[in-house]
């Protein structure tokens, strides 16, 4: 994976396949501790005990069109080389947590990309999903909730265009305030 905003594509696309109806997203900036951590928690069905032990594994999975899940793993291993690790909390029928950290200023770790496309892209593809974005720094918070855009827009669907477009905004105006936006990606 190219960036941090792919591995969470993919570990919320696991949430969707656990019949989640509400995930969170939350990206927090550490810069005094120097750890970024990105965690995903959900309220789908949880995983097995027995398959949990083994997680991390590309051999472990609940899919049955192949044999193999890399999502964890290669998220582990992106961790793992920037001096992180990655915890993963579950219980069944109850959802899901993975949290992973990075060194923020380690060499390899992985730019966070865009951020925004990739929540408008899940809003968009899983409406009635229920979505919810914090961004934090030591100084600054930022939340999204796909609930309060739905209050306000009453009968407007939030897949329309115009909405997909502010929500863009809306999320990369708040990843400039947390994180400097694309060119200072993470403040100082």
């Not at 501790?33 to 032990?53: F, H, P």
């Not at 049955?64 to 029928?93: C, P, Q, W």
């Not at 060194?103 to 009635?128: C, F, Q, Y």
Request: with cysteine.
């Amino acid at each position: 994976m190219k960036d941090l905003s792919l591995h969470l594509m993919d570990i919320v696309q696991n949430s969707i396949s656990a019949k989640a109806s509400k995930i969170c997203v939350s990206l927090t900036a550490d810069t005094q501790a120097d750890i970024l951590t990105m965690r995903i928690a959900d309220n789908g069905e949880g995983i097995e005990e027995s398959l949990l032990k083994n997680i991390a594994s590309p051999f472990a999975t609940t899919r049955k069109t192949r044999k193999v899940g890399m999502g964890i793993s290669l998220l582990k291993a992106s961790s793992n080389m920037a001096e992180g690790d990655i915890e993963i909390y579950s219980k069944k029928f109850e959802g899901t947590t993975v949290e992973a950290t990075f060194k923020i200023s380690h060499i390899d770790r992985l730019p966070l990309g865009d951020l925004a496309e990739t929540m408008v892209t899940l809003i968009m593809a899983n409406p009635d999903i229920e979505f919810e974005l914090d961004l934090s720094n030591k100084k600054d918070c930022f939340s999204f909730r796909t609930v309060e855009v739905k209050e306000q827009l009453k009968d407007i669907p939030i897949t329309q265009f115009e909405v997909l477009n502010w929500i863009r905004e809306y999320i990369n105006s708040g990843i400039k305030i947390i994180f400097g936006g694309v060119l200072n990606e993470i403040i100082s």
